[in-house]
């Protein structure tokens, strides 16, 4: 079993920046894949960034060269660094552990997700 805890939501000005973390808990996390999730009013929830167990990372369009993904295996944490953000990236953020596979971007190959913090990006 695994328990995700999002942190660092929050509202910020267009072009601002935010830092979200993920903690987990579970002994086998620097052997998953994590992945960051959005949803936001009214719209389906959505990749936004993954890293696999060797650093390898992809992101999805929309925020690539804006936004960076990372993981701490020694404090098991996984972060989102969201630079130049814009009111569109308005939406709740959640983690994910993806367990058996590389990395992934469909949502449904993911089995523990976090509560979701809220990021508010204002015009």
């Known amino acids: 079993q695994v328990q995700l805890v999002e942190s660092g939501g929050g509202l910020v000005q267009a072009g601002g920046s935010l830092r979200l973390s993920c903690a987990a808990s579970?002994?086998?996390?620097?052997?998953?894949?994590m992945g960051w999730f959005r949803r936001a009013p009214g719209k389906e929830r959505e990749f936004v960034a993954a890293?696999?167990?060797?650093?390898?990372?992809y992101y999805a369009d929309s925020v690539k060269g804006r936004f960076t993904i990372s993981r701490d295996n020694a404090k098991k944490t996984v972060y989102l660094q969201m630079n130049s953000l814009k009111p569109e990236d308005t939406a709740v953020y959640y983690c994910?552990?993806?367990?058996?596979?590389?990395?992934?971007?469909?949502?449904?190959?993911?089995?523990?997700w976090g509560q979701g913090t809220q990021v508010t990006v204002s015009s």
């Open positions: 994910a552990v993806l367990t058996g596979r590389a990395m992934g971007v469909d949502p449904l190959l993911y089995d523990y």
């Open positions: 579970g002994r086998t996390f620097s052997s998953h894949a």
């Open positions: 890293i696999s167990w060797s650093n390898s990372k």
